[in-house]
């Protein structure tokens, strides 16, 4: 991928829009147009911030890489024929992460590239002649919410980042941009999402080709996941009780929130589109990224299918699910049946693992933010405060759904233990354990928690390794790990960069 922070401002926007009509994910990223001929009319504003949406497809389709793999959540089924990886993806998995790494570049990348079709949307809404203040909002909203996701992503990747909201004047200025601390990238992520939440309708004003689009409850969800990250627990509790008055409930069945069939449900906050069974461009694939090397169709459905066997679940996480929960089932499956009749105790997720029509090509959703998650987020919030007090009611809802019974009677550390065991098995394969584990524990903590996950992983691997050695520093969590480094491309590009300690 071309270093794209740096060279879209060169490139200009080239492409045109797409003719396909199908929901408002559906057009080539019309930022690729020339600028001086774009953003004129509400229709090529609508254009702009579906666009917006469209590049959020690029982002989720890796974050399993950075938010779980990093995490005692999912290793990998290693290829001993294929060592391809081994400084790519699986240095996510034993923290051997170095500034060239080449998933870190392309995640670097894609969000500035995303960010900088953003900032030049925004900048040109209010020019356009004819459009309502109403739609002018909204479209403000979207826009606000989509950048507020991509730096409230890169602040708890990388710490410290280049902070840029207007489009830069000239391209000589992508040199020169420093990072900016994470204070102020966490003013402008509260800033964005208190804009979104007042400028965007509610999610049940959404209908037809509009449904799944970024809501005021989208905005708040995110706001309070924020202000939890901050630790500023009175004002994510406040934040997150707006919420409940937004009309969200738990879908009675687990299974049924992810069901292809049920999108953008009553327990939907927000999710990326996909659409598969056609050859439109829009479908995801990610079950054919975590079946198991050598599955075949036993687990995707077409037996010419070539899984890849990442982001494979942990006998750590396998363990962590109650007897009874329902959820174990859903988001997880042991082990698979070959066309010889033959079970294969190599475990995968499940939760995106849905029938589809064209191989390749399916046509699950991926979620963000879900009403459970408010749900165990307000119950942590109250429960920072003072203890549990009322807290029991919301994580109980949850439980209550998985077919667990109620907890109560806990202490204020109980009850985080309890929180953060119900958030790894509620949220598991949503893009966010490594989150979780950076905002309940220190990094002294995070260093014996993980440290400890890999010494059992080496002494008896949830996979087996097909004969290929661990080296020395598999599975070593050093502390400043916790921390991605920034892509050495862009130190050499921007001297004002530094870079993170340890790397």
Same mark, same amino acid.
């Given at each position: 991928?071309?270093?794209?922070?740096?060279?879209?401002?060169?490139?200009?926007?080239?492409?045109?829009?797409?003719?396909?009509?199908?929901?408002?994910?559906?057009?080539?990223?019309?930022?690729?147009?020339?600028?001086?001929?774009? !953003?004129?009319?509400?229709?090529?504003?609508?254009?702009?911030?579906?666009?917006?949406?469209?590049?959020?497809?690029?982002?989720?389709?890796?974050?399993? +890489?950075?938010?779980?793999?990093?995490?005692?959540?999912?290793?990998?089924?290693?290829?001993?024929?294929?060592?391809?990886?081994?400084?790519?993806?699986?240095?996510?998995?034993?923290?051997?992460?170095?500034?060239?790494?080449? $998933?870190?570049?392309?995640?670097?990348?894609?969000?500035?590239?995303?960010?900088?079709?953003?900032?030049?949307?925004?900048?040109?809404?209010?020019?356009?002649?004819?459009?309502?203040?109403?739609?002018?909002?909204?479209?403000?909203?979207?826009?606000?919410?989509?950048?507020?996701?991509?730096?409230?992503?890169?602040?708890?990747?990388?710490?410290?980042?280049?902070?840029?909201?207007?489009?830069?004047?000239?391209?000589?200025?992508?040199?020169?941009?420093?990072?900016?601390?994470?204070?102020? %990238?966490?003013?402008?992520?509260?800033?964005?999402?208190?804009?979104?939440?007042?400028?965007?309708?509610?999610?049940?004003?959404?209908?037809?080709?509009?449904?799944?689009?970024?809501?005021?409850?989208?905005?708040?969800?995110?706001?309070?996941?924020?202000?939890?990250?901050?630790?500023?627990?009175?004002?994510?509790?406040?934040?997150?009780?707006?919420?409940?008055?937004?009309?969200?409930?738990?879908?009675?069945? !687990?299974?049924?929130?992810?069901?292809?069939?049920?999108?953008?449900?009553?327990?939907?906050?927000?999710?990326?589109?996909?659409?598969?069974?056609?050859?439109?461009?829009?479908?995801?694939?990610?079950? !054919?990224?975590?079946?198991?090397?050598?599955?075949?169709?036993?687990?995707?459905?077409?037996?010419?299918?070539?899984?890849?066997?990442?982001?494979?679940?942990?006998?750590?996480?396998?363990?962590?699910?109650?007897?009874?929960?329902?959820?174990?089932?859903?988001?997880?499956?042991?082990?698979?049946?070959?066309?010889?009749?033959?079970?294969?105790?190599?475990?995968?997720?499940?939760?995106?693992?849905?029938?589809?029509?064209?191989?390749?090509?399916?046509?699950?959703?991926?979620? %963000?933010?879900?009403?459970?998650? %408010?749900?165990?987020?307000?119950?942590?919030?109250?429960?920072?405060? $003072?203890?549990?007090? $009322?807290?029991?009611?919301? +994580?109980?809802?949850?439980?209550?759904?998985?077919?667990?019974?109620?907890?109560?009677?806990?202490?204020?550390?109980?009850?985080?233990?309890?929180?953060?065991?119900?958030?790894?098995?509620?949220?598991?394969?949503?893009?966010?354990?490594?989150?979780?584990?950076?905002?309940?524990?220190?990094?002294?903590?995070?260093?014996?928690?993980?440290?400890?996950?890999?010494?059992?992983?080496?002494?008896?691997?949830?996979?087996?390794?097909?004969?290929?050695?661990?080296?020395?520093?598999?599975?070593?969590?050093?502390?400043?790990?916790?921390?991605?480094?920034?892509?050495?491309?862009?130190?050499?590009?921007?001297? $004002?960069?530094?870079?993170?300690?340890?790397?």
């Amino acid at each position: 991928m071309k270093n794209l922070h740096k060279l879209v401002i060169l490139m200009g926007f080239l492409a045109t829009a797409s003719s396909c009509k199908k929901s408002f994910l559906d057009l080539s990223d019309p930022t690729k147009k020339n600028a001086d001929q774009f !953003y004129k009319t509400e229709e090529q504003i609508k254009q702009a911030v579906s666009g917006a949406y469209s590049s959020l497809q690029d982002h989720v389709n890796s974050q399993y +890489i950075f938010a779980e793999m990093s995490s005692d959540n999912t290793t990998i089924q290693l290829n001993p024929s294929d060592r391809g990886q081994n400084d790519r993806v699986e240095a996510f998995e034993f923290w051997n992460l170095t500034a060239t790494n080449v $998933n870190i570049a392309d995640l670097y990348n894609q969000s500035y590239n995303a960010l900088y079709n953003v900032n030049f949307a925004l900048s040109r809404i209010d020019g356009v002649a004819g459009m309502s203040d109403q739609k002018k909002a909204q479209y403000k909203g979207e826009l606000q919410f989509i950048r507020a996701y991509y730096y409230f992503n890169l602040v708890r990747y990388f710490g410290p980042v280049v902070l840029i909201t207007e489009p830069l004047a000239t391209s000589s200025d992508a040199f020169k941009t420093t990072r900016s601390s994470e204070a102020d %990238v966490y003013a402008q992520i509260v800033k964005d999402l208190t804009g979104a939440s007042a400028n965007l309708p509610a999610k049940s004003e959404y209908a037809g080709d509009d449904i799944g689009r970024a809501s005021k409850g989208s905005a708040l969800g995110l706001l309070g996941k924020v202000y939890l990250t901050l630790k500023d627990y009175p004002k994510a509790e406040a934040t997150l009780r707006q919420v409940l008055g937004l009309g969200y409930s738990l879908v009675p069945v !687990y299974a049924n929130v992810f069901d292809i069939n049920n999108k953008n449900n009553s327990e939907s906050l927000f999710e990326v589109q996909y659409q598969g069974g056609n050859a439109l461009g829009e479908w995801s694939s990610f079950i !054919y990224i975590f079946a198991p090397r050598n599955s075949a169709g036993a687990v995707t459905g077409f037996s010419t299918s070539n899984p890849q066997g990442w982001n494979i679940p942990t006998k750590n996480l396998i363990g962590e699910f109650e007897a009874g929960d329902e959820r174990k089932s859903v988001a997880l499956k042991e082990g698979y049946t070959n066309a010889a009749g033959t079970f294969v105790p190599i475990p995968f997720v499940n939760k995106y693992n849905h029938p589809h029509t064209i191989e390749g090509r399916t046509d699950d959703n991926w979620p %963000v933010l879900r009403y459970s998650d %408010v749900l165990l987020m307000l119950a942590e919030a109250i429960n920072e405060q $003072n203890g549990p007090g $009322n807290a029991y009611t919301y +994580i109980n809802q949850v439980r209550k759904r998985a077919g667990l019974g109620e907890i109560s009677g806990l202490s204020q550390e109980a009850f985080r233990t309890a929180i953060r065991h119900e958030r790894r098995v509620e949220l598991a394969f949503e893009n966010d354990r490594w989150f979780d584990l950076k905002r309940a524990y220190t990094n002294a903590q995070m260093v014996t928690l993980l440290n400890a996950h890999g010494q059992a992983e080496k002494a008896s691997p949830t996979v087996d390794r097909g004969g290929v050695p661990f080296i020395g520093n598999d599975y070593k969590f050093d502390g400043y790990e916790a921390l991605y480094p920034i892509p050495d491309r862009q130190l050499f590009l921007d001297k $004002n960069l530094t870079q993170n300690p340890g790397y």
